[in-house]
C-alpha cells in the first residue's frame, strides 16, 4: 500500500494523496499532484500514519513527482499573474453591477482552471461575469460561493487567544454552535467575546461543550437549594473541571461538595425545570 500524505494548498485547503509511484519525498516541500483534468502543486504537509478508509468516490489521487526548480519558478508566475487578476476583476464584477465580494483567485498549477471565491448574501447571476473572464484568461472558469467560515478559512489569521485560527490550522469540516454551546459553559453571550474573525461564533465553544453537559447533568442548578452535612444552602457555582459545586448556606459560610458525593435526596427542586428533568430520569430508570 502507497503511503499516505496530506498535501497543503493556497488558502489553507488540504486534502489527502497517495504516494503511488513510491517517489522519495521530504515534508514541507513542493509536489506536483493529480488534478482534475490536469495538475496542481502544493506544499507536503504530513505523513498520515493511521490507516484512513476511503470511499470510491473519495479515493485520495496521487502525487506525480517533486516539484522541479522549474515548477516553482511557474508556481511564482501564477501568484504573480491572480495578483494581476485581482483589479481587473472587481471592475468586471463592478460593471455588471454584482452585489458579491472577491476573496481569492486561485490559478490550478497548469492554468488549465482559474477559480474565483467570493461571498455574497444572496444568489448571484454571474454567467456574464464568466463570459468576460473566460475571454480574458483563455482558461476554464469556475466562480466558487464560499461562507463567511470559509472565507476566514482562506484569509488565515488569529484568534483572540493569540494563536491561529483553528480554521486555518486543523479543522477539516465546520461544526454548527449555537449560544446554548457557551450558555453552558458559563460563558459570556456578548457577541465580541464569543465571536471569532469571521463574525460568526467560534469554532472553539463546541470542543468543550459535550464535556460541561455530561458533568453538569449529576449537579443541581445554579440556585436551587441543596441540604449539606452542615446545613440547607442554595447552589451558588459548579465547577467542572475539578467536579464540585460550592454551596452558600442561609448562614453565609460556603460549602464544597464534590459530584461524587451527590445525593438526589439531598435536593430540593425548585424550578420547573428541575422538577421536570427529575421526573424524565426517574422515567428512564424505570
Not at 460541561?212 to 445554579?222: A, D, I, L, M, W
Request: net charge positive.
Amino acid at each position: 500500500m502507497p503511503e499516505l500524505y496530506t498535501v497543503a494548498f493556497k488558502g489553507n485547503r488540504r486534502e489527502y494523496y497517495y504516494n503511488t509511484f513510491y517517489h522519495s519525498l521530504n515534508p514541507k516541500e513542493h509536489v506536483i499532484v493529480q488534478a482534475d483534468r490536469g495538475e496542481d502543486i502544493g506544499l507536503l504537509d504530513k505523513k498520515i500514519l493511521t490507516p484512513i478508509d476511503f470511499s470510491d468516490k473519495d479515493k485520495p489521487r496521487s502525487i506525480l513527482r517533486p516539484a522541479s526548480e522549474e515548477d516553482r519558478r511557474k508556481l511564482e508566475l501564477n501568484r504573480s499573474d491572480e495578483e494581476k487578476a485581482w483589479q481587473q476583476t472587481l471592475e468586471l464584477i463592478k460593471k455588471h453591477n454584482l452585489e458579491m465580494k472577491l476573496v481569492d483567485i486561485e490559478y490550478q498549477f497548469d492554468r488549465n482552471k482559474m477559480t474565483f471565491y467570493f461571498t455574497a448574501e444572496h444568489r448571484v447571476d454571474f454567467r456574464a461575469l464568466v463570459r468576460d473572464l473566460a475571454s480574458e484568461y483563455k482558461t476554464r472558469i469556475e466562480l466558487r460561493q464560499i461562507g463567511v467560515r470559509d472565507e476566514a478559512k482562506r484569509i488565515g489569521g488569529y484568534g483572540v487567544c493569540g494563536q491561529q485560527q483553528c480554521c486555518t490550522s486543523f479543522l477539516k469540516t465546520f461544526d454548527p454552535i449555537s449560544t446554548a454551546d457557551a450558555r453552558v459553559q458559563g460563558l459570556s453571550l456578548n457577541p465580541s467575546k464569543i465571536s471569532g474573525n469571521c463574525g460568526r461564533l467560534l469554532c472553539c465553544l463546541k470542543y468543550e461543550s459535550e464535556h460541561y453537559s455530561e458533568t453538569r447533568k449529576k449537579y443541581p442548578e445554579v440556585g436551587e437549594k441543596y441540604i449539606t452535612p452542615s446545613g440547607p444552602g442554595s447552589v451558588d457555582r459548579i465547577n467542572v473541571f475539578e467536579d464540585f459545586m460550592v454551596v452558600k448556606l442561609d448562614s453565609g459560610e460556603e460549602v464544597k461538595v464534590y459530584g461524587r458525593d451527590i445525593k438526589r435526596k439531598e435536593r430540593k427542586q425548585t424550578s420547573f425545570f428541575s422538577k421536570w428533568r427529575e421526573a424524565l430520569s426517574i422515567d428512564k430508570s424505570e
